[in-house]
């Protein structure tokens, strides 16, 4: 008898029960449902008010009026804007660590501390590290970073910072060339900076080597020498779908002394170079960019040079440097092409930058303010505008990863914290 009795007492416990610690929940197509943003995806054509679905941490629909009951969170984006996760493609990303006294100070940042923050999934490095330095760099900053991290590879052996610039010995190609070869798809090509010597050694073993290992080539052109010009880069050196970056310096004759943009710069536009803002602390001018304009001569991808010198001047972030694309005359639609579409066809990622169905779901959603803006260059000089983005939620592969404004999450006073001893988040 006692044990009877035993067995009704838990039935009767089990069955007392709110029906939900019993009952199935209804099965759910979806993880999360943006709903009501305006989407704008360049690669897929769509621009307009719209949902978009994500299960498993990829893009499982982008339709119109998809039900909340399909999905296990619901977030309302209405009034705001959802774009692919932005891809930065000239960014410095390799703090040093044990470098011996004297050594140059280095300018690199953290990665995670700045992508997410700005619409940013995926950064490239642009030449921090030459081979000898790259597996250590993949170990620490590619595997430990939850941005997606890819690199151009500096044709300088033991890469940038390090006082090695002009130095031909350590511009060896074949090793170069070896490494993005056992690194491919992570390596995206290679990279020519700040050169200051005699003749073209940096341009011309960084061509060689990307035409060994099937990559494109990147250039801060550095300084004009002797025979080194714009003029010569272009028709000579360079070759269709290589990269010219600091496009709006001023640094190299971009724009002649009359005030007009150097016409070698649409010439090498005809050819198949593609031009990359990368703003930096000295490498972007109104009056470069004014004339370009002007001369309906705009950037194919913008991207910030993100580093120590350069985050807190006229660059800030990747949502800034779009921003002050649009108050030049460029459209949001344009800028979301420049940063999304656009540098996943320079660096060979065709992949990223879009909301393909399936793909992963690296989203970026921004409220775009409009009123009075002053957008500064690398001198500090003040233009204004009237719009501005501002970055209001990034998901990486399906997770939320930066929420201004909580519009994932729920009041304090309705959220599920769980009972816990010493744990101030109580989970």
């Known amino acids: 008898m006692k044990r009877i009795a035993g067995i009704f007492s838990v039935f009767l416990i089990l069955f007392s029960q709110p029906p939900t610690m019993l009952e199935a929940q209804p099965a759910t197509k979806y993880d999360i449902l943006l709903k009501g943003a305006h989407v704008i995806d360049p690669k897929n054509l769509v621009d307009k008010v719209t949902d978009v679905a994500v299960v498993d941490g990829h893009i499982a629909s982008v339709a119109d009026n998809i039900s909340v009951s399909d999905a296990r969170k619901v977030i309302n984006l209405t009034g705001l804007y959802l774009t692919p996760g932005l891809i930065d493609i000239h960014v410095h990303i390799y703090p040093r660590v044990g470098l011996p006294p004297g050594s140059p100070m280095q300018a690199s940042i953290q990665p995670d501390a700045f992508s997410f923050r700005s619409g940013v999934t995926t950064m490239v490095d642009a030449g921090t590290t030459g081979w000898k330095e790259f597996p250590e ?33 350590e511009m060896d190609a074949n090793a170069a060339a070896q490494m993005a070869l056992k690194n491919p798809g992570v390596i995206v090509g290679f990279k020519s900076a700040h050169y200051a010597g005699k003749g073209w050694p940096s341009v011309e073993n960084a061509v060689k080597a990307g035409n060994m290992a099937h990559v494109p080539v990147m250039v801060d052109f550095g300084y004009l020498k002797g025979e080194r010009s714009l003029d010569a880069l272009f028709s000579q050196k360079l070759r269709p779908g290589d990269i010219y970056t600091h496009c709006f310096a001023g640094h190299r004759v971009e724009v002649l002394d009359n005030g007009a943009l150097n016409p070698v710069m649409e010439q090498a536009r005809k050819k198949g170079i593609y031009f990359d803002i990368g703003f930096g602390a000295g490498s972007f001018y109104w009056f470069v960019a004014d004339a370009a304009y002007k001369a309906h001569f705009y950037p194919d991808s913008i991207s910030t040079d993100l580093h120590m010198g350069s985050m807190n001047g006229g660059m800030k972030d990747m949502a800034n440097v779009l921003s002050e694309m649009m108050a030049l005359g460029s459209s949001i639609q344009e800028v979301v092409k420049m940063s999304t579409m656009a540098p996943a066809r320079e660096i060979n990622h065709l992949e990223l930058g879009n909301l393909d169905i399936g793909s992963e779901a690296d989203i970026a959603v921004f409220k775009l303010e409009k009123g009075n803006f002053g957008f500064l260059d690398s001198a500090g000089a003040r233009h204004s505008g009237t719009s501005r983005l501002v970055t209001e939620l990034t998901l990486r592969k399906g997770m939320v990863m930066w929420d201004l404004n909580g519009l994932a999450t729920q009041d304090w006073k309705a959220f599920p914290y769980k009972k816990g001893l010493n744990d101030p988040y109580r989970k």
């Open 137 to 169: 760099f993949k170990r620490r900053i590619v595997e430990g970073s939850k941005t997606r991290i890819l690199a151009f590879l500096n044709i300088v052996g033991g890469g940038m910072e390090m006082g090695l610039d002009d130095n031909v010995s």
